[in-house]
């Protein structure tokens, strides 16, 4: 079992920066894929960014290529989202998850594991 933690969402003005920090309660997860996925009200779940733990090659939605960035922390365990230039848009909860057997993990139904996500709200 993989539990995930995520933290560090909250109120922005557009144009900010958040960073969101999801932590691993494994001593590792090598051989996973990290994912971010975002959900607004009314809307399904959308897939922002993914990680390769082991070599850390990262994939990201079109929507947020070049604002956002995936990374990971091995000595914490810690996968973050690092978000700026945001909009009104991004506006979601945002979720962290593991799979271990995803590919590229665009697609929720790779993932196993999941936080409870952490709020974004992007507003003037």
């Known amino acids: 079992q993989v539990q995930l933690v995520e933290s560090g969402g909250g109120l922005v003005q557009p144009g900010g920066s958040l960073k969101l920090s999801c932590a691993a309660s494994?001593?590792?997860?090598?051989?996973?894929?990290m994912g971010w996925f975002r959900q607004a009200p009314g809307k399904d779940r959308e897939f922002v960014a993914s990680i390769r733990w082991s070599g850390g090659t990262s994939y990201y939605a079109d929507s947020v290529k070049g604002r956002f960035t995936i990374s990971r922390d091995n000595a914490e365990i810690t996968v973050y989202l690092q978000m700026n230039s945001l909009k009104p848009e991004d506006a979601a909860v945002y979720y962290c998850?593991?799979?271990?057997?995803?590919?590229?993990?665009?697609?929720?139904?790779?993932?196993?594991?999941w936080g409870q996500g952490t709020q974004v709200t992007v507003s003037s």
């Open positions: 494994v001593p590792t997860l090598s051989g996973y894929i």
């Open positions: 998850a593991a799979g271990y057997y995803a590919r590229v993990g665009a697609f929720p139904n790779e993932y196993t594991y």
